[in-house]
């Protein structure tokens, strides 16, 4: 520990030992997937069609696919984090542990192959 | 209360059944032939149609982004410290329901009436 007086020590640090970084960060990719989902959902709506061509060429256009890797990087970073405030809620000790390591690995898993996936479509370019 | 709980349970739900499915979806695409001949089987009719799997899942997924983001932008206000006082923090709650609903009945009339 430092050499300051214990409430310049704490000031600022919380319970978690981070201070307000879980929480900025909650809050800006909130922010942030307000905007993402909401051109996700009037996208999805004013799609053409559902069937893997349409799919294709929709996501084959830099316009949809840099958003679309920068949305499932944000929502599911955003996830990550209030999955964790979950566990840390409910979940104490060994468990705790055990579960935060499953979060992120599971998190990875799912964003880098959404991502993987929606870089291959564009950079493959039209549907074959 | 159960606004807050309900943007807790919507959003443990979103990240263990609406990320794989948008991951299944997205990859499902960069395959396509018969993997995404598979995913949309499941959710679709011969005809093209949604089957009850796909009206269900998609509706309620819909559902959920929209109450997440409605009791989302609520949480937000209330960051700043506004908005606590009983009446007023009880009809915002109410807010994002009726919001959430009306919007998730728009987002579904658009679909499926323009289509």
Known sequence: MGTGTSIGRVRGLGAAKEGTHHWWRQRLTAGLNIALMSWLLLSLAR???????SVRLWIGSPWVAIPLALLVANVFYHFRLGLQVVIEDYQHDETRVVLMV???VYTVVLAATAIFSVLRIAFTGAPR | MLVSIIHRALGV????????????WLAAAATGGETYATFLDVFTTEAGALNVIGYVIFIGLSWAVLQHMMSGIRHLVLDTGAGYELRRNK?????TMVLSALLTVLFWAYLLGIK
């Open chain 1, 47 to 53: 799609l053409s069609g559902y069937d893997l061509a």
């Open chain 1, 102 to 104: 499953l979060l992120n």
């Open chain 2, 91 to 95: 009809r915002g709650a109410l807010l």
């Open chain 2, 13 to 24: 739900g979103m990240a263990l059944v609406g990320a794989p499915l948008l991951t299944w």
